[in-house]
């Protein structure tokens, strides 16, 4: 059974830093791209960016409004998928969700709340 | 970018009949060298992660019922319930999968009439 557990996620001030974790089991993870997906509370879903497989160049790819203080990395000897957030801002508020590459699989999600 | 825009925002359809929700996106999302949409189909009900419906713009995910299906090609979709049930009251997302970044549309909000 696939399976996608996020944690790291809680209540932080604005300008703080955050990592989340997403740790994944019941498939080949290295050979998966994943995905990291947000949604603010009462909005719709926001694509963050994706990790390739190392097969693929294990590079990374993000949307604009977060490319200068998100990094997503992976731990493929320990089947964790990472997303490290800096500068926190308030409107980073949000459920953070990780997926496999086109979201047949989704995590049930992480609850960043930013504010002072 | 590639922008997704679905219609509409919300529809409320009667139990049994049939419900229709479309998404455009901004840019071809067919690729020519393997005929394939780049489109998928997501459900989202409060509370819960989305949930796979369809990829490939017409192919049904796993364990999804036969009444969900997909259609459409290059910058025009549709996915259709056949028979609405109680249970599909959902946000209903599209998202490209063509090109980076990936874009979802603004969700549709389903519910019974």
């Known amino acids: 059974e696939v399976q996608l557990v996020e944690s790291g996620g809680g209540l932080v001030k604005p300008g703080e830093s955050l990592r989340l974790s997403c740790a994944a089991s019941g498939f080949t993870f290295s050979n998966a791209w994943m995905n990291w997906v947000r949604q603010a509370p009462g909005k719709g879903l926001e694509w963050i960016g994706h990790?390739?497989?190392?097969?693929?160049?294990?590079?990374?790819d993000y949307a604009a409004p977060v490319k200068d203080r998100f990094i997503i990395s992976r731990n493929d000897s320990e089947n964790t998928l990472y997303l490290q957030i800096n500068t926190l801002k308030t409107e980073d508020t949000a459920v953070y969700y990780c997926?496999?590459?086109?979201?047949?699989?989704w995590g049930q999600g992480t609850l960043v709340t930013v504010s002072s | 970018d590639i922008v997704m825009t679905q219609s509409p925002d919300s529809l409320a359809v009667s139990l049994g009949e049939r419900a229709t929700i479309n998404c455009k996106s901004s840019q071809n999302v067919l690729y020519s060298s393997n005929n394939k949409n780049y489109l998928a189909w997501y459900q989202q009900k409060p509370g819960q992660p989305p949930r796979l419906l369809i990829y490939w713009a017409s192919t049904r995910g796993s364990g999804v019922p036969d009444r969900f299906s997909g259609s459409g090609s290059g910058t025009d979709f549709t996915l259709t319930i056949s028979s609405l049930q109680a249970e599909d009251v959902a946000v209903y997302y599209c998202l490209q999968y063509y090109g980076t970044p990936r874009t979802f549309g603004q969700g549709t909000r389903l519910d019974i009439k």
């Open positions: 990790i390739k497989d190392k097969g693929d160049g294990g590079t990374t």
């Open positions: 997926a496999t590459q086109i979201g047949d699989f």
